[in-house]
């Protein structure tokens, strides 16, 4: 069964970075069939994808065009896990933000995470 | 404003047939199969349909998905005070790059 466990800090000052991580039991973040995405929620913007990494021999990302030229995610294959960088932020980034795994639909969901961007 | 168009609400009685519309075009739903989830208070989205109309293993087959050029349907039958909750509708969007695209999510309500 596939878990995925968030962490990070659940308030971001304005203009600085939000990162989060995602742990994953039971597969592997460079697993060659499955892709791991970040998705937030809003009640302003709804569900919004944010982007994903993914191992088909070599590693992807692939990124929103909302947040392209602020977001980085990256994987940590030694801890199994992967992470969202979200630079520059604004109060308009505030949210739950998930982690899950695809492809083709998110089967799996991390607990989400609430992000506060306040000064 | 998401880029799937879904009614903010839709309400029945138990033991209804109740349908939720989520309209798209053809760049997402016209070209690729529609995602239902369903969404309870303070919890992660839970996936109920893929594909369009494959139910994952543990979801009762009252729940029902289909799609017609740029719409998707999702049905539930048998209507249950537990099947209150937001349903969101998804679908990957071939344009610029590609990205998954959201419905803005309707509220269920069981009277």
């Known amino acids: 069964q596939v878990q995925l466990r968030q962490s990070g800090p659940g308030l971001v000052k304005p203009s600085q970075t939000l990162s989060l991580t995602c742990a994953i039991s039971?597969?592997?973040?460079?697993?060659?069939?499955?892709?791991w995405n970040w998705v937030r929620q809003s009640p302003s913007r709804g569900l919004e994808w944010l982007g994903r990494?993914?191992?088909?021999?070599?590693?992807?990302?692939h990124y929103a065009v909302s947040v392209k030229s602020r977001v980085t995610i990256n994987p940590d294959t030694s801890k199994n896990q992967f992470s969202l960088q979200l630079n520059s932020v604004t109060p308009e980034d505030t949210a739950v933000y998930y982690c899950?795994?695809?492809?083709?639909?998110?089967?799996?969901w991390g607990q989400g995470i609430l992000v506060t961007v306040s000064s | 404003q998401s880029v799937l168009t879904q009614p903010p609400s839709a309400s029945g009685t138990p033991g209804q047939r109740v349908t939720i519309s989520c309209s798209g075009s053809?760049?997402?739903?016209?070209?690729?199969?529609v995602v239902w989830y369903q969404q309870l208070p303070g919890t992660a989205p839970k996936l109920l349909i893929y594909?369009?109309?494959q139910r994952p293993s543990g979801v009762p087959d009252r729940f029902s998905g289909s799609k017609s050029g740029t719409s998707g349907s999702l049905a539930i039958s048998g209507l249950q005070s537990e099947d209150e909750a937001d349903y969101y509708c998804?679908?990957?969007?071939?344009?610029?790059?590609?990205?998954?695209?959201f419905g803005g999510g309707t509220k269920l309500t069981v009277l």
């Open positions: 039971g597969d592997s973040v460079s697993s060659n069939s499955a892709t």
């Open positions: 053809s760049s997402n739903i016209g070209r690729n199969t």
């Open positions: 594909n369009t109309d």
């Open positions: 899950a795994r695809g492809p083709g639909s998110f089967a799996y």
């Open positions: 990494t993914y191992y088909r021999s070599k590693w992807y990302q």
């Open positions: 998804a679908a990957w969007d071939d344009s610029l790059k590609g990205f998954w695209v």
